[in-house]
């Protein structure tokens, strides 16, 4: 009973009372005071404990290294478990309570093994560290000698429907909500030009964030081949003002010297849809496929970004001592914002490995990608690598490995000066050879020494 009171206690400090976190206390609450029917009912399924203590922390050096995730106030500290079954119906009921900040719940029910729900309630801490900006010449730190410490509330429920009809399907559905209030470290520059890596303030910046997953998933499988469909929805939104600062010179988004606010954080909100394959043929052949379909939309500039991925494999056996895989993939990246970077990348890819003899082993591939990228010079590229590996295993304590890498680009992306010449400048080669041989070496059974040369 004193761990329920305590419990609401804190609750009561917060600005908004937590739907799913007063489930929880209360359903622990009713199964605790309903637990003689159950002791009555079935003795032996089921069973209860609760244990209580009091912890002592002593923390030496920075406390948001060696505390990061963690609290630093000592006191007492109170776990439990409740565990039962009646029939078909199963019960796990958990929780871990040492502060206000730091404590977590798990809620699990299960109905004759067709309907599975959990339910887990954590919350915690997260201290950041508060960059002093020594390196800066002109310097405003308006909250120098502040933390920066975060509070975070993460609450997830999945449950898992299966059909005893149909025991090929099942269907799965999930909710994540994750809060997290507190502040943390905003800088900005006030000058443009070359006074940009000198003149920098500082504030605190206050965090009133919130993110939602909801996800909804059918499955459909047997021995040979299976079906998947996932989707997910995800929306965040930080409703804390953001800091101030006066700007002196003018910027593109800044016409007129004055305070601004900076640092702003925008309202996201992603959907994504997704669908996996595979079938076996046989024991040597089993093929996989999978297609994507992502969109993601920026509340400032109230534009959309898409992505599309395709992919498809191809993996077979043959004689039991070698493996292929053959596979092929297409990624797609799509913006509404005209200066942004449209990408399409298509990739083939051919590997192998084997077993000839005992103690000999063979690997080696090729691989083919073809990359387009828009506002880039020039506007596609084609890579190819070849690679192969020998392995030798001399005896029981030595192994050598003989590799080889071929990269070619027939151009390379390049970045284009604008000048009389045009000149176009890149890093990367047209042509690059590796030959490497590895070595390993182990005296006993925990020792072992790695060695290569690259040539």
Not at 10 to 23: F, S, V, Y
Not at 180 to 188: D, L
Not at 415 to 428: D, G, H, K, S, W
């Amino acid at each position: 009973m004193d761990l329920i009171c305590r419990l609401k206690w804190a609750e009561e400090d917060l600005p908004g009372k937590m739907i799913l976190k007063r489930i929880l206390l209360y359903s622990g609450l009713l199964l605790f005071i309903l637990s003689g029917k159950f002791i009555l009912a079935e003795e032996k399924d089921f069973t209860w404990d609760i244990s209580n203590g009091f912890h002592e922390k002593f923390c030496k050096g920075n406390e948001n290294e060696v505390l990061e995730y963690e609290t630093s106030a000592s006191g007492f500290e109170t776990s439990f478990f409740i565990n039962g079954a009646m029939g078909g119906n199963y019960m796990d009921l958990k929780g871990e309570y040492k502060d206000r900040d730091e404590q977590q719940y798990f809620l699990m029910t299960e109905k004759e093994r067709i309907l599975n729900i959990e339910t887990k309630y954590k919350r915690y801490i997260h201290r950041i560290d508060h960059d002093d900006l020594s390196q800066y010449k002109s310097l405003w730190d308006f909250d120098k000698d502040e933390e920066n410490i975060l509070t975070l509330e993460e609450k997830e429920m999945e449950s898992n429907l299966r059909f005893p009809l149909l025991p090929w399907l099942k269907l799965i559905m999930g909710i994540k909500d994750v809060e997290k209030r507190g502040c943390r470290q905003a800088t900005t520059v006030r000058k443009n030009n070359s006074c940009t890596a000198c003149h920098v303030t500082s504030k605190n910046k206050r965090v009133d964030s919130r993110a939602t997953n909801f996800s909804i998933c059918g499955d459909i499988s047997n021995s040979y081949a299976s079906i998947n469909y996932t989707h997910t929805q995800q929306k965040s939104k930080d409703n804390a003002p953001s800091p101030l600062a006066f700007y002196v010179n003018t910027f593109d988004a800044f016409p007129h010297p004055g305070f601004y606010p900076y640092s702003k954080t925008p309202s996201i909100q992603k959907r994504e849809d997704q669908i996996k394959t595979h079938v076996k043929f046989s024991n040597h052949f089993t093929i996989y496929a999978a297609h994507l379909d992502a969109k993601a939309k920026n509340s400032f500039i109230d534009k959309e970004k898409r992505f599309k991925n395709t992919s498809i494999r191809l993996t077979g056996t043959f004689l039991n001592k070698f493996i292929f895989n053959c596979c092929y993939s297409s990624f797609k990246q799509n913006n509404e914002v005209e200066e942004a970077v449209d990408k399409n990348v298509k990739r083939a890819v051919f590997d192998f490995r084997g077993l000839f003899l005992k103690r000999l082993s063979l690997k080696g591939g090729f691989n083919w990608e073809e990359t387009e990228r828009r506002h880039s010079y020039p506007g596609s590229t084609v890579k190819k690598t070849y690679f192969s590996s020998i392995s030798c295993k001399v005896d029981r304590k030595n192994r050598l490995t003989l590799k080889y890498k071929r990269e070619q680009w027939d151009e390379p992306f390049s970045n284009v000066y604008e000048n009389p010449f045009e000149l176009a400048i890149t890093n990367i080669p047209k042509e690059k050879n590796e030959i490497s041989l590895q070595g390993y070496y182990s005296p006993r059974f925990n020792l072992w020494f790695l060695y290569s040369l690259l040539i």
